[in-house]
C-alpha cells in the first residue's frame, strides 16, 4: 500500500504535461486502476480488518486525489505561460498607421472648377465617352469633309461611333436635351481622346471643361467678364491672360486665351515652348448653325462657349513640368496634392 502511495506521488511529480497526467490518473484511480484493486482486495479480509484496511486506502486515495489537483493547475498554468508567451505583445511598438489616400491633383481642379462655376449658378451635365460622329462633329457644325475629322486626330470606333474628341460633344447634347429652352447655363466636365503624340504638354487622353451659356442677348462682354472671372480666380492677380482671335468652326467670333507661363514668368522656357504664354482655353459665340441645329433662334438668342485643358490648369497651378506626371500614378508626386485638398 506504501508503494503504491509512494510511487503514485512520484508518476504524478514527473509528468510534463496534461496528457502525461492523465494517463497516470487512469493507472491509479480508473476502475481498473492500483488504488481500485486494492480496494478489491479488501473482501479477502476478515471481517474486523476491514475498516481499518478500507480508511487505509481512502487515504491513499484522496492523498493521490490532491496530488493530481494540485499537479494539474500547475501544468495548466505553465501552458497558460506558454501561450501567453507565444501571443506576446509588444506594447512599445508603434502602431500601423492607416494609409490615407489624396485626391488626384486633376479632381482637385475640376472640382475647384466646377464649384467655382456652380457658384455663379452652372448646371453640371456630362455626357459618354464613347459618341456619336453626329454630336461630337455634326452638331458642332463640323461637317464630313472638315480637316478637323482626320483620322489622324481622332479615335473611330467605327464609321459612326468614335472617342469623342472635345467635350463640345456634351455641349451639342445637351442643346438639343434643352429643346429650345433659355436659359442654358452648363458646364460639361470630361475625358477627351485626340490621336496625339505624347510629350511634357500634350496627352492623348486629358480633361475637358466646357461651359456653355444661350439666353437673351449674351455677348462678347459676357464672355469675357466670366473668363476674367475665373482666370483670377484660379491663378490669382499675378498671372496675366491674353485674348487672340481665332477659329473654331462651333464658334463665331471665336478666341484663344492664353495665361503666362508660370515656370519662367513669360521670359521663355521648355514648357511654353519659348513662348511665355500657354493656352489655356478656346472660346467664342456659339456659332448660329449650332443653334439652329439643336432648335434654337439664333436670330433670337445667342449663346457664348469656351473649352478649358484641366491638365494645364494643373500644371500651372502646381508648378509642374510635364503632364505625364498626372498619369504615372507615382505615389511620391501623388502626395504632395494631399494640402491642396
Ligand atoms: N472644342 C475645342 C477643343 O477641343 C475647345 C473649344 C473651343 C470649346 C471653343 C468651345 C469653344 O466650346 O467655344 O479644342
Not at 491674353?242 to 477659329?247: A, D, I, L, N
Request: aromatic share 8%; charged share 25%.
Amino acid at each position: 500500500m506504501e508503494n503504491v502511495l509512494k510511487e503514485g506521488l512520484l508518476a504524478i511529480e514527473a509528468c510534463q504535461n496534461l496528457g502525461d497526467l492523465q494517463n497516470v490518473r487512469n493507472e491509479y484511480l480508473s476502475k481498473k486502476g492500483l488504488v481500485t484493486q486494492l480496494m478489491g482486495k479488501m473482501k479477502d479480509l476478515p471481517a474486523e480488518d476491514k475498516p481499518a484496511y478500507g480508511a487505509q486506502v481512502n487515504q491513499i486515495k484522496q492523498s493521490l486525489e490532491a496530488a493530481f489537483k494540485l499537479k494539474e493547475e500547475a501544468l495548466q498554468e505553465a501552458a497558460f505561460d506558454v501561450q501567453l508567451q507565444k501571443g506576446k505583445i509588444d506594447l512599445s511598438l508603434p502602431s500601423a498607421m492607416p494609409l490615407v489616400g489624396t485626391l488626384h491633383p486633376l479632381t482637385i481642379v475640376q472640382t475647384e472648377i466646377e464649384q467655382f462655376f456652380m457658384g455663379m449658378g452652372y448646371l453640371v451635365k456630362e455626357g459618354p465617352e464613347v459618341e456619336l460622329d453626329y454630336y461630337n462633329f455634326e452638331r458642332a457644325n463640323i461637317p464630313q469633309d472638315h480637316p478637323a475629322r482626320d483620322m489622324q486626330d481622332t479615335f473611330y470606333i467605327n464609321a459612326e461611333w468614335l472617342l469623342r474628341t472635345h467635350t463640345t460633344a456634351i455641349q451639342t447634347r445637351t442643346l438639343e436635351a434643352y429643346k429650345g429652352e433659355i436659359p442654358v447655363k452648363v458646364i460639361c466636365p470630361g475625358k477627351v481622346f485626340r490621336k496625339d503624340d505624347d510629350d511634357a504638354t500634350h496627352s492623348h487622353q486629358f480633361v475637358q471643361i466646357e461651359g456653355l451659356v444661350v439666353g437673351d442677348k449674351i455677348s462678347l462682354a459676357d464672355l469675357k467678364g466670366t473668363l476674367e472671372l475665373l482666370a483670377r480666380h484660379l491663378f490669382g492677380e499675378a498671372r496675366v491672360i491674353r485674348f487672340r482671335p481665332s477659329y473654331f468652326q462651333f464658334t463665331e467670333p471665336s478666341v484663344e486665351v492664353d495665361v503666362s507661363c508660370h515656370i519662367c514668368n513669360g521670359k521663355g522656357c521648355p514648357t511654353c515652348k519659348q513662348s511665355g504664354w500657354i493656352e489655356i482655353l478656346g472660346a467664342g459665340m456659339v456659332h448660329p448653325n449650332v443653334l439652329r441645329m439643336a432648335g434654337f433662334d439664333p436670330e433670337k438668342v445667342s449663346g457664348f462657349a469656351f473649352g478649358l485643358g484641366v491638365e494645364r490648369v494643373a500644371l500651372l497651378k502646381y508648378g509642374i513640368d510635364d503632364i505625364r506626371h498626372l498619369y504615372t500614378n507615382d505615389l511620391r508626386f501623388l502626395n504632395n496634392f494631399r494640402r491642396f485638398e
